[in-house]
């Protein structure tokens, strides 16, 4: 089959990638509104890259119909669940486009903004970055941890993170490759995409409700994802506890001095009980927490040393050519896309 899609002599390509876990409510509803959008994008050739997260619903099942009939449509599916992030990076690693777009499933993030993301990157930008305006259909809890996790990654970040922007954004080839040449495992996408660098704009726009199911974010992955974000863009929690260390040895050489001098120059001595609990306790709690600061990053370069594939893949659909993912993963193997495959 002659792929439709191969770029064109010429006209541009544009790249989107959607990452979907148990999106069997919503993807439907996706693949029509994202359809729809890209066929009146007229100066484009359009590559739309589905990630199945491992999904335990029917989503993948879907995937697999839609891409049989519509040819711009191209699947990987994980062999397990591996997380937005890692599915966000497949995505990334087999994307073709001159420009490559992140958007998540559930049409929080509409694609008519696409629209004027490309128009900017006409302008000259290589990151166009959606900044939420309005998060309605968020709980109070959820929006109050969004915005305490960003500032305080401001905060900490070694590189400035834009507040208050998730992964929908556009980004040019050259960002893309940039991406690609990093291979840490914990991945914050976001973050890596502000270190690349190059001319990044941010385009306010408001954040619409999930159009169906719940959040596949449940508080485990809320938390393990600022624990990501924070400690891959900074050391300063290490440099936190080598301050609480000091902070709690100066209050222990006072604790000291006092029972000392309580020791020498009065009666009542034997009272010093309760202080010294205190101080031990005191200490015995800056030490562990210190040794568990420490533990975060050293359980990270093991991580990082094993060495293992970020992702395992058990079927692509869809591709025509050898995508440039294969350096990343060799485990991969590439199945051409023939209509009516079915698994
Ligand atoms: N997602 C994923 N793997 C996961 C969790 C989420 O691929 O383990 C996808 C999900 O299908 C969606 C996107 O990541 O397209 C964002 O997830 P969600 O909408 O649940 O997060 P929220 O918007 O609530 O922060
Ligand atoms: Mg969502």
Known sequence: MINPV??????????????????????????????????????FDV?????????????????????????????????????????????????????????????????????????????????????RTERPGESVFKLAAARGFYRLLDRLSDVPIPLDTGDFRLMGRNVVDALRAMPERDRFVRGMVSWVGFR?????????????????????????????????????????????????????????????????????????WAAIMVAVLFIGGIQLISIGVVGEYVGRIYGEIKKRPLYIVSKYYGFDKSPPFMTRSPVVRLEPAKKGDGR
């Open 6 to 43: 191969a770029p064109a002599e010429g006209i541009p390509l544009l790249s989107v990638i959607v990452p979907c876990y148990n999106e069997e409510q919503v993807i439907g509803e996706t693949i029509r509104r994202l359809g729809a959008f890209c066929t009146e994008l007229e100066s």
């Open 47 to 131: 590559e739309l890259i589905f990630v199945d997260d491992g999904s335990r619903d029917r989503t993948r099942d879907l995937l697999m119909q839609f891409a049989a009939a519509d040819p711009r449509i191209k699947l990987i599916c994980f062999a397990r669940n591996f997380g937005h992030q890692i599915a966000v990076t497949a995505g990334i690693d087999s994307a073709n486009g001159d420009a490559v777009v992140l958007i998540d499933a559930d049409l929080q993030d509409p694609p008519e903004v696409i629209r004027q993301m490309i128009a900017k990157w006409q302008e000259g930008y290589d990151v166009v970055y959606g900044t």
């Open 200 to 272: 990044q704009v941010a385009l306010p726009y408001r954040r619409a409700e999930r159009f169906a199911g719940e959040s596949k974010y449940p508080l485990r992955k809320m938390l393990r994802f600022a624990t990501d974000g924070i400690l891959s863009f900074s050391t300063k929690p290490l440099q936190l506890s080598i301050g609480l260390g000091i902070f709690s040895a100066f209050l222990a050489l006072l604790g000291m001095l006092y029972a000392v001098l309580i020791r020498l120059f009065t009666d009542n001595w034997v009272e010093g």
